[in-house]
């Protein structure tokens, strides 16, 4: 098969290929841009390999960083695009389920083909635009199917991430996982527990926010791979709630309100710690916090201008967006129109401050005077005080304090 309208993406690589087809070598596309080219999904990342070993791709080329040199990969800049140049290579022995002890580089590329993932991931591209196809991958795309190359279990015993990968990748595309590699995905899930919650995290978080991600998560949960997540063994239920709680075509605009939504289904009550044990960063951690406070809030409170300053209208319009997929009421309008009115936005917003009260009323510091502007935070934001100095320092003389 052979592209005959290279996408944009290729085009501007081409002149990597070509000059180390000059010099002598074999050059190629790979991986997931062929695939993505071939389904005209959008390409992001274009990978090179080469029968070059990488002190011979960096002859070829005047800019060059050795960004995984010992791995083979050579970052090649071509004015201000780098293009990552990897030469064919073979895996030794994956020592802990992630990684080789090492590489040998070799100048075959089926040798190089051999070692990926999936078969639709095992496609190369030259440069006239012909598809070199060694596993069958084309008619796995044409049935819209994931299947390992060569031995599944090798496969997922070399790397067990790629276990995860694999829903990951029934979620984005919309793929259905072929009986032999979902066998031993499922038979093999016990080895992602010794893979780093880090990545585990990235796979499964693309998986939530993918179109498909109803999907993903089916095979996720009848595999029983849940089991060896970060305090979801036995959640298998509750991730059949999530995925079965929104309508049909309900996608997840963002991580912070899918990972959410995930911890409501799973009835997570402390959500930091939860979040912690997946090595998630405090901002993420806070955000989902919030927006889970604000969804369980939000199920026994109208919208009220409290609500919306507590929260922030950023925050309650994804949930608003959860309960309307959720078949419940939502109001959005009066969330923007709330947060309109508000007179403030936060407390930095306040004609008044601390250090007023303290000079000029003679409060000290202390909890009396966070007691103080508590109050006057929610009388300016509830409407019965307008925002201004005269005016509050009026309502802070009817105080008793």
Not at 265 to 273: F, G, M, S
Not at 383 to 396: A, P, S, T
Request: hydrophobic share 40%; glycine share 6%.
């Amino acid at each position: 098969m052979r592209l005959t309208n290279l996408p944009s993406e290729f085009q501007k690589a081409l002149p990597i290929l070509e000059k180390l087809q000059a010099a002598g070598y074999e050059a190629y596309f790979v991986g997931g841009s062929v695939r993505d080219a071939l389904l005209e999904r959008p390409i992001h990342d274009v990978d090179i390999a080469t029968s070059a070993y990488p002190q011979e791709v960096k002859s070829v080329f005047p800019r060059t960083v050795d960004i995984g040199i010992e791995h083979g990969t050579v970052l090649v800049l071509d004015g201000e695009t780098g293009y990552e140049v990897t030469t064919f290579r073979t895996e030794d022995v994956y020592v802990d389920y992630r990684r080789p002890s090492g590489v040998t580089f070799v100048r075959s590329l089926e040798e190089d083909l051999l070692r990926r993932d999936f078969t639709v991931n095992a496609f190369a591209l030259d440069s006239s635009g012909q598809i070199i196809d060694l596993f069958e991958g084309l008619a796995d795309l044409d049935h819209r199917l994931l299947r390992a190359v060569g031995v599944p279990a090798e496969r997922f015993q070399e790397d067990a991430l790629r276990i995860m990968r694999g829903f990951r990748f029934a979620a984005s595309l919309g793929f259905t996982l072929e009986p032999a590699t979902f066998e031993a995905m499922a038979e093999l899930a016990p080895l992602l527990a010794k893979i780093s919650v880090e990545r585990v995290f990235i796979e499964f978080d693309k998986l939530l926010i993918a179109p498909h991600w109803r999907a993903g998560l089916t095979s996720l949960t009848v595999s029983g791979a849940y089991d060896y997540l970060p305090d979801m063994a036995e959640k298998g239920a509750a991730l059949e709630t999530l995925r079965d709680d929104f309508t049909e075509d309900y996608q997840f605009t963002s991580s912070e309100q899918a990972w959410s939504a995930l911890l409501l289904a799973l009835n997570i009550r402390d959500v930091k710690p939860f979040l912690k044990k997946w090595k998630t960063s405090n901002d993420f951690q806070k955000a989902v916090d919030q927006l889970v406070s604000a969804y369980r809030e939000r199920l026994s409170a109208e919208p009220s201008r409290q609500l919306v300053y507590r929260y922030g209208k950023d925050c309650l319009l994804l949930v608003e967006d959860l309960r309307q997929a959720k078949g419940l009421s939502s109001q959005p309008a009066l969330i923007q129109k709330l947060d309109e009115v508000l007179p403030i936005h936060s407390k930095q917003d306040m004609a008044i401050t601390g250090r007023d009260l303290i000079q000029d009323f003679g409060i000290t510091p202390g909890p009396q005077l966070g007691d103080i502007l508590d109050e006057l935070e929610r009388a300016i934001v509830a409407g019965e005080v307008e925002n201004e100095r005269k005016l509050l320092e009026e309502k802070i003389k009817e105080m008793h304090w």
